[in-house]
């Protein structure tokens, strides 16, 4: 189990800050494509001028994710010329909390051996074994870090404790494989949020969808633009410009979301959206609930809603929805139009 969740991990890359401020890309196993590259070294806080300093930063890119552990260097160590370094690691699965350890050994045994070949070696175990340890530079298991548990690392109470009933523009854009785009001018909010917001939909357990961290370069546009629905996170304020690339906006330290005019149709709110709306902030509200607990009673409702989609389109030629179909059933139109919509987004409308 161990060495297949190990199996995930794709590579591990080396940039150093040195003495004369320069930053480059010095050492990576096995090889890294250049798109990639770029990218990795846009996200490192080390190739930003002036900016805040990271510890630790996460995101997608081209169905890549990665994981950019920052630290500084206190003398006296095996790194001569070096002030700062920043360990990359990709994978193919979410697990912040798994590779935020795993960077954490890796940057100790680094700093004391000061060669990228002790890391290599370290990270070789972890990929063949699923463990590694170290008197000195602690141990890693991987098999302790649980993708559920990365799933549900976020607090959904805190995203309702600031959205309340709006939240439930966040859940129909969810169910209904909207892109959202999330602004905060600051990564570590945007990581914190943007995590969270899957779980909204957690029949799916899908987090291919999270972009937490994106720039508005060409590049890293055009494979966002790929996915059909997604939750993106940018810390450039300019992207509330970019009305091409979201449905829903989410203004997150203004606490303030916007519907894009071309998404308002099938966004449109009715009785439906009011009852699963007073459900979540209920859940959420409630002191004696915790995360999880809130994350299943929307999910339950999710379940009734698709059953009942299942239901109508058991009926139909095909198993498959139409809207002529649905109009039979005189929904009300806010709830019909939901139904519609959501039957296409599960794959249950005839085209």
Known sequence: MAATEAQFMLSVGLIEKDVNGDTLWVWCFPSVGSDLRQVLLSKCCLTQEGRDFHTFVFGQFCR??????????????????VTHFSIVVTAKDFNPEKYAALSRI???TYIKHGSPVKMMEAYVTVL??????SDENGSFLIKDYDVRKAYLAGSVKDVVSQFGMETVILYT????????????????????F???????????????????????????IEDLKKCPGYVAGFVDPEVSNRSDLFDVYVNLRDSVITVSQSAKESMAMGKLHKDIGRLIVQSAEDAERSDSQVIKDISVKTKEILANLVALADKCEDSKITLQG????????ATENFLFHLAAAEQLLRI
């Open 64 to 81: 890549t994710w990665y994981y950019v552990t920052t630290v500084e260097v206190q003398e006296p160590t095996a790194l001569h010329k």
């Open 106 to 108: 890796l940057c100790r």
């Open 128 to 133: 063949t074994q699923g463990i590694c340890q």
């Open 173 to 192: 854009a969810l169910m209904l494989k909207k892109r959202i785009i999330v602004h905060h001018p600051r990564i570590e909010a945007l990581l914190e």
């Open 194 to 220: 943007t995590r969270v917001l899957p779980t909204l939909t957690w029949h799916r357990k899908d987090w291919s969808v999270l972009h937490p961290y994106v720039h508005l370069t060409d590049t890293e």
């Open 326 to 333: 649905l109009k039979q059933h005189h929904f009300p139109p």
